[in-house]
């Protein structure tokens, strides 16, 4: 008797029940208007969760307008966003998949240009460019206009930005919110010595650097439901010498659990241009490994899984209790689908689509 794939097998958090262990990682589309998503996000979140995958996580999602990477970014800041958007979970919940976001701020990283335009900074008044913030005014990269530095009232109501974009994803219909703490965006560059020069009860040691991200916490999980779960997004080391690493995520994803996250979802890097990073087939996976294994958490694996033998192996091993696939989902939407007959089983998808499996 065949033994079923780890992979295929439900995964549970809190109250919600995964029916595998795939997920479609949070990729930007910079196709919205003032934060209004279209329906190119509909559709294209909405394949994915035809295509067979047990999470689908919409895109980096600002809660404020100011946090957006570029113009075209989506967003959570104000109410009005919350009906166009209530039809992305409602659509992935009809088609058997759990439907996340991630809420976001860009921090210096914001006001840029989408990649197809060029990317590079949108400079204030220029193409709707803005003056970015972030926990010190040093620029990403040299020669760009330095971000404003964040005052402590406004690191305050940065904070209470999240909570209320949690309410409002709630509202819209979302069962798993993930904080952005990765990729050298706002939460990141609070925690990187690299980005955070800063003298006060944000700035310097480990317990002030991550003092941000332990307080959207907290905010977030006051008025996320004790029934649904809350992921965060780390990157696991700068890849720089002196700058935030795996010691000290291991060290803050175990703060985090004890605030009540459920799930660490393993990324790296971000924080510094440039940067020499050994990427390759699976590269980021011992990141989650370790995390799950030391900290006692939840942890999800990324980074160029894209074969289902090799996602197979991650999860049966134990290394993390769920993959997220970006560019993979990109080329094949029924990745899942495919995944199940390559590794033995018989596909379930829509009826819909029956006669094509």
């Known amino acids: 008797m ?48 035809v295509g067979g995958a047990a999470l689908i996580v919409m895109e980096a999602t600002a809660v404020e307008a100011r946090g957006r990477i570029s113009p075209a970014d989506a967003g959570i800041w104000k109410d009005e ?41 949108l400079p204030p008044g220029a193409e709707d460019g803005w003056l970015p913030v972030a926990p010190s005014p040093i620029p990403f990269e040299e020669g760009d206009p330095a971000p404003a530095e964040l005052s402590i009232p406004e690191i305050r109501d940065t904070v209470e930005a999240f909570a209320r974009a949690a309410r409002r994803v709630l509202e819209a219909g ?21 980005s955070n020069r800063r003298t006060d009860v944000y700035g310097g040691s480990f317990e002030n650097r991550i003092r941000l991200v332990c307080e959207v916490t907290e905010a977030v999980r006051a008025v996320w439901p004790a029934d649904l779960p809350l992921f965060v997004r780390l990157s696991a080391t700068d890849w720089v010498e002196g700058g935030w690493d795996l010691d000290q995520t291991v060290a803050l994803s175990k703060i985090l659990r004890d605030l009540g996250v459920d799930l660490i ?34 942890t999800g694996a990324v980074g160029l899984i894209t074969e289902p033998a090799q996602a197979e192996q991650i999860v049966a091993s134990g290394q993390a209790g769920m993959v997220l696939l970006a560019r993979a989902m990109l080329r094949d939407p029924f990745w899942a689908h495919n995944a199940a007959r390559a590794l033995g089983l018989k596909p379930v998808p829509p009826v819909q689509y029956g006669r094509a499996f």
């Open 174 to 194: 979302f069962q798993v919110a993930e904080i952005h703490g990765a990729h050298g965006y706002l939460i990141h560059q609070f925690l990187s010595p690299l």
């Open 81 to 121: 966003h919350t009906t166009p958007l209530s039809r992305i979970p409602a659509f992935i919940r009809e088609n058997g998949a759990i439907a996340a976001i991630q809420l976001a701020h860009a921090g210096r990283k914001a006001s840029t240009r989408p990649p197809w335009k060029g990317g590079g900074v």
């Open 265 to 298: 979802d393993c990324s790296s890097g971000g924080a510094a241009p440039r940067v020499r990073i050994p990427v390759g087939p699976g590269y980021q996976v011992p990141f989650a490994e370790r995390v799950r294994r030391e900290a006692g958490i939840e």
């Open 2 to 49: 065949s033994t079923r794939p780890i992979l295929f097998t439900p995964l549970r958090l809190r109250s919600l029940e995964f029916k595998n262990r795939i997920a479609v990682s949070p990729m930007c589309q910079y196709s919205c208007r003032d934060g209004f998503v279209t329906d190119w996000h509909l559709v294209h979140l909405g394949a994915r969760a």
